[in-house]
């Protein structure tokens, strides 16, 4: 690896942050622009929706079932048992459900992004689009962002039941309790800002997805070694913004809603 | 200058063009990480006229045809493409220009997610207000001028080398651009495919009268378009009689250490001194 000096390095990552926020800035502004690719927005919908459907719904499952064993452990030393619920829903709703969900789908879908994109730079379909007269990002990009965005909130809701559907399952089979008494504690323990809280969180994800995939594909320099370099800096780049930001935005909502 | 045997009127969109060149270049230099590919070059494409640019690998041949329509931008100098200056434009005016402009890329950059006719017609569908029944007709036509109508449904993974570079021609030339840019369009290709290839280039420069810059390190490609012509009433390339060899519309461009090392047409090519230029061709 060749070796740059600090300030070379400083300046290249400056750089690399103007680019990306150019991008989607002008992701965005495109909404507003025509020629606006509703095919290929829907297109890309089935792609990271219904792809991603399966591997979200099971890793919720699995996730609040898990919880559910893990908080039950807990709440029987206190003989609270039965508050089971109302910890998976708040755990899942809230938080679990979102990030998993955004996680799951960074790992399949940024990949993906970052990838077909980046194979677009080096086999010159990129300068082919430019050249015929066509804006990629409005093209490529914005179509991406769209469906990412809508997708995670739906994905998220579906995630959130399966989750809770999990704690369900070890609530009624592993720790007897009655189904009917875990989802209505369940329900009873969600208020507006957690529910707030919790769609918001993925509209907010999806946008990091899309924008850091496509980013990264678009960027993409070499051959097919830089094309695997972009998928993985891609997938690394959003789980780590996906984190991070989870913790921004929560805190910002909780003072927005007074929560 | 005279014209080949069947050479007819000009086009419409030629007649009425108020500028003298299709391109211009003035003093163009662009450099990748500190070095210089391309330094003080100036040359000029007349309407009508193709220019093959020829040069070792590496010399900028490429990165030329990409700086003519604003893929690239240079470090200095003017580039006039269609009388528009593209070195002053914007990426947004740039796609109004580019659509008068065709491209085939060195490796043909077919979209390849999209069958044959969504690549060909991929410009018509993104200018919209064209009927499908006349694209259909479009497509078909301009695959039938390079004799591959029966690939319309077919995906470029499915393609030949050569297939694929004959689909990116009529990609470029669906909307009859008054400029064409051919970066290689027979790199890799046998000579049996490379030899179709130049006989649509010089179909194209015949009987649409369109201005072209045409990159290859291929001389035989050259030799062809030099001396061959196409008949329109054998719908064949046919050489020309020996007296009218190099009296096409044809110049060359040999680009030497990112210079222009000569600009001229067929017949001071050949009788150049220059020692270079005479090892080159020979």
């Known amino acids: 690896m060749e070796l740059i000096s600090p300030g070379e ?59 559910a064993l893990n908080t039950a452990k807990s709440l029987g030393r206190f003989g609270a048992l039965t508050l089971i619920g109302q910890l998976v829903s708040i755990g899942i ?82 720790l007897g309790l009655d189904s009917r008494q875990y989802w209505s504690s369940a329900w009873q323990a969600l208020e507006f800002s957690d529910v707030f809280t919790g769609l918001t969180k993925p509209l907010v994800f999806g946008f990091i997805i899309s924008t850091i995939g496509c980013y990264y594909g678009l960027s993409t320099k070499g051959g097919t070694q830089g094309v695997g370099r972009s998928t993985t800096e891609a997938v690394m780049w959003a789980m780590i913004l996906i984190i991070a930001v989870d913790v921004f935005v929560t805190r910002v909502l909780m003072v927005i809603l007074g929560s | 200058m005279s014209a080949p045997p069947t050479l007819i009127e000009p086009s419409a969109a030629e007649a009425t063009q108020p500028a003298r060149e299709a391109i211009v270049f003035e003093e163009v230099a662009i450099a990748f990480e500190d070095k210089k590919v391309l330094n003080g070059i100036t040359f000029r494409l007349p309407y009508g006229e193709s220019k093959i640019i020829l040069g070792v690998a590496g010399s900028g041949k490429s990165t030329l045809l990409k700086l003519a329509i604003g893929l690239l931008r240079p470090d200095s100098g003017r580039i006039l493409t269609l009388g528009e200056d593209v070195t002053s434009m914007k990426e947004e005016e740039l796609f109004d220009l580019r659509r008068r402009v065709g491209i085939v890329f060195q490796e043909s950059a077919l979209f390849d997610s999209l069958r044959v006719r969504e690549n060909v017609a991929f410009r018509l569908y993104e200018e919209g207000g064209t009927r499908e029944s006349e694209i259909e007709d479009r497509v078909r036509e301009v695959l039938r001028f390079v004799e591959l109508e029966h690939t319309l449904e077919m995906f470029p993974v499915e393609l030949s080398g050569g297939m694929r570079r004959r689909v990116a021609i009529a990609r470029a030339i669906i909307t009859k651009p008054e400029v064409l840019l051919y970066d290689s369009p027979t790199g890799g290709l046998d000579p049996v495919t490379s030899t179709t290839i130049i006989e649509l280039i010089i179909k194209q420069r015949d009987v649409y009268k369109t201005s072209a810059l045409l990159v290859t390190h291929r001389l035989q490609d050259a030799f062809v378009m030099a001396t061959h012509y196409f008949d329109q009433r054998t719908n064949k390339m046919e050489l020309l009689p020996p007296g009218e060899r190099g009296e096409v519309p044809l110049s060359f461009l040999i680009l030497r250490d990112g210079k222009v090392l000569f600009d001229g047409d067929t017949q001071q090519l050949a009788h150049s001194q220059d020692q270079y230029i005479r090892e080159y061709i020979s």
Do not use: H, W
Request: hydrophobic content about 55%; glycine content about 10%; aromatic content about 8%.
């Open chain 1, 9 to 67: 390095f400083a300046k290249e990552k400056v750089q690399s942050v103007q680019d990306y926020v150019l991008l989607a800035v002008r992701s965005v502004a495109n909404l507003f622009r025509s020629p606006r690719y509703f095919g290929d927005a829907v297109q890309q919908a089935d792609i990271i929706g219904v792809g991603s459907l399966p591997i979200v719904l099971a890793a919720c499952f699995f996730t609040g079932a898990a919880l």
């Open chain 1, 93 to 174: 709703v809230t938080e679990l459900g979102p990030v998993l969900a955004a996680l799951v789908v960074a790992g399949r879908n940024a990949s993906g992004m970052a990838s077909e994109l980046g194979s677009m730079i080096v086999t010159e379909q990129i300068d082919a689009m430019r050249a015929l007269g066509t804006d990629p990002v409005k093209k490529l990009v914005t179509p991406r962002v769209i469906s990412t965005v809508l997708m995670m909130f739906f994905l998220t809701i579906l995630g959130d039941f399966l989750g809770l559907l999990g704690g369900n399952v070890i609530a009624t089979v592993v």
